[in-house]
């Protein structure tokens, strides 16, 4: 295997998801040209880069709390919780760029001024968030790469829940929601490795949503499809 490089000179970082799928329509692209610069939360500078530089998020957001959206699909939760907590600085990281299309579309309808958007890898975003300035996360309905041999692709592995460790606070809560089983127990095996407590004293504590939930086009397939949500709650450790 050749050793890549992006055009920055950081290591290529591999990603086996989708960047883009059937063409745009005119007025997607339209949001996507007129909008998507302006609500992006600045510059974020490839892998290791030694130049790059922490975003300035207090320029952002002052002083708010700062929640993150790993994924956020079509950003139907993303959009309520902005909408919800207007004194909260929310971003949203989501490469797939239908997806962030989508995503503009519904900020134009509601208005919101509190969130800002990456449209490209998590891991770039990780690279340039200050250490412990994230208060909240949301991991909803990620790819489950359900074949054995993927496994090691999925969110819930060390390279990604260490840096995602790394930028939250201490007592900051990471929300995941998946369908999938087997992703539950790689969840339960894996995230606790990482610095963070399962919330949870019974079943109800991970079968029941969340009291602000928004449920998200992909829960809805997944409950016509005869498929049980599990609603996973931690905590980041001190330590």
Known sequence: MTDR?????????????????KG????????????????????VDWGTNPDRHDLDLRSLFDDADIWLEIGFGGGEHLVHQASSN????MIGCEPYINGVAMLLGKIRGCAVTNLRIHAGDVRDLFDVLPVQSITKVFLLYPDPWPKARH???????????????RVMKAGAELRIATDIP???RQTLEQVPKHGFDWCADHARDWKTPWP???STRYEQKALREGRRPHYLTFQRRSD
């Open 5 to 21: 490089k992006h055009p920055s000179g950081a290591p290529w970082r591999n990603f086996y998801g989708r960047f883009k799928g």
């Open 24 to 43: 745009l329509r005119d007025r997607q692209q339209d949001y996507l040209d007129q909008d998507l610069a302006h609500l992006s939360p600045g510059p």
């Open 86 to 89: 207007p004194d909260v600085g």
């Open 151 to 165: 496994h090691r692709r999925r969110f819930v592995t060390p390279e990604y829940l260490e840096p995602l460790a």
């Open 182 to 184: 087997d992703y539950v």
């Open 212 to 214: 602000d939930w928004y």
